[in-house]
């Protein structure tokens, strides 16, 4: 059985003259260190000098180094990109590190993938909001709360549970749920819901708007049809609120037999074993491997190029702009010079020719 915990499990008290520090004031630091400040928390910043630095002092945080930051807490939050806290976490963290402090991380990849050693004699907790930091924020705001995973990886206190309790009432996490897990498991589920879920769910969003283009409807009404309305939002809104069969119930009876009557002609895709492949690769680290090689590196400046590429970017591109609606384009800051599509076509042309087709 898992352990769920709420509101009634959680004593804010264990907190009392402790300080605790926010390394990283971006979206989930900012939200979770105002919460924390909120419940009655002694709250300081440890940021690099930037624009996130700038809306710490705003917000009337103490702010200071990472390092300084680090020296000064008892608690330490670590809220920066996992793709760099190996490096940080090394250089401003650890050296630094109070006798017997406790680190918090929301997401478990690091750990969960043995990419960051952390000393024996700290507390290794994870509090995983499943919600962006807006939401983690507005959700506290509401009195509404949110899920998380969290996880106990080193307790060398003896009071890890009560800590990490304590921290996930004051970031306002219990008002909803907190589900216990490892740090592995959470990393292992967010990279399926990735790697897996997403992409799936995006070729089956793709299909379906080739087959109405193909079939000669409007772009503009296709797109808006398929999601610029925003009723799939709503539609997972209501999945979440009443159940994913219930939330029919807010659709018209002809929408209801419609989709249930036709959806049985889905049921054979073969979407599970590939599932399970990626599952697989992201259990047994293969996945991580290849994230951590240089190359890989390369790749993903080469999948974004080629992603720019696809007829969808250019579609929406326009139909955005019939429709008066603002374009964004994520991938201007990803450009790749000349000399890199060719030395990456040179020394990886299978993969070159798989990218060139997939997003044809």
Do not use: C
């Amino acid at each position: 059985m898992v352990n769920i915990f709420h509101e009634i499990d959680g004593d804010l008290s264990i907190l009392n003259k402790k300080t605790i520090g926010i390394i990283g004031y971006g979206n989930q630091g900012r939200a979770q260190a105002l919460n924390l400040r909120d419940s009655g928390v002694n709250v300081i910043v440890g940021n690099i000098e930037d624009d996130y630095r700038k809306i710490a002092l705003k917000d009337n945080f103490p702010v200071y180094s990472i390092k300084e930051a680090t020296k000064k807490s008892d608690i330490i939050f670590i809220l920066i990109p996992d793709e760099i806290m190996n490096k940080t976490f090394k250089k401003e963290i650890s050296p630094y590190l109070n006798h017997k402090s406790v680190l918090v991380f929301a997401s478990g990849y690091n750990i969960g993938f043995n990419l960051l050693k952390p000393p024996e004699n700290a507390d290794v907790i994870l509090i995983a909001p499943r919600m962006i930091g807006v939401g983690v924020r507005e959700n506290f705001l509401k009195d509404e709360g949110f899920f998380s995973f969290i996880a106990i990886e080193q307790d060398v206190s003896g009071q890890a549970k009560e800590i990490l309790l304590a921290l996930a009432k004051g970031i306002g996490t219990l008002k909803k749920g907190a589900i216990m897990i490892t740090f592995k498991q959470e990393a292992e589920l967010d990279l399926f819901n990735e790697q897996a879920f997403g992409p799936a769910f995006g070729r089956v969003l793709l299909s379906s708007i080739y087959t109405l283009i193909d079939a000669g409807y409007p772009p503009e009404a296709v797109l808006i049809e398929m999601y610029l309305s925003n009723e799939m939002s709503y539609t997972y809104k209501k999945m979440a609120d009443v159940g994913l069969i219930k939330q029919l119930d807010f659709h018209s009876q002809t929408s209801q037999y419609g989709a249930m009557s036709r959806g049985i002609r889905f049921r054979k895709l073969p979407l599970k074993d590939k599932m399970m492949e990626i599952l697989k690769e992201i259990q047994n680290g293969e996945f991580t491997k290849e994230w951590e090689k240089k190359i890989t590196k390369m790749k993903f400046k080469m999948i974004k190029y080629f992603a720019t590429k696809q007829k969808i970017n250019k579609l929406e591109k326009q139909v955005r702009k019939n429709l008066k609606l603002k374009f964004y384009d994520i991938y201007e800051e990803e450009s790749l010079t000349e000399a890199e599509l060719t030395e990456f076509k040179k020394k990886n042309s299978d993969e070159f020719k798989l990218f060139e087709e997939y997003f044809e």
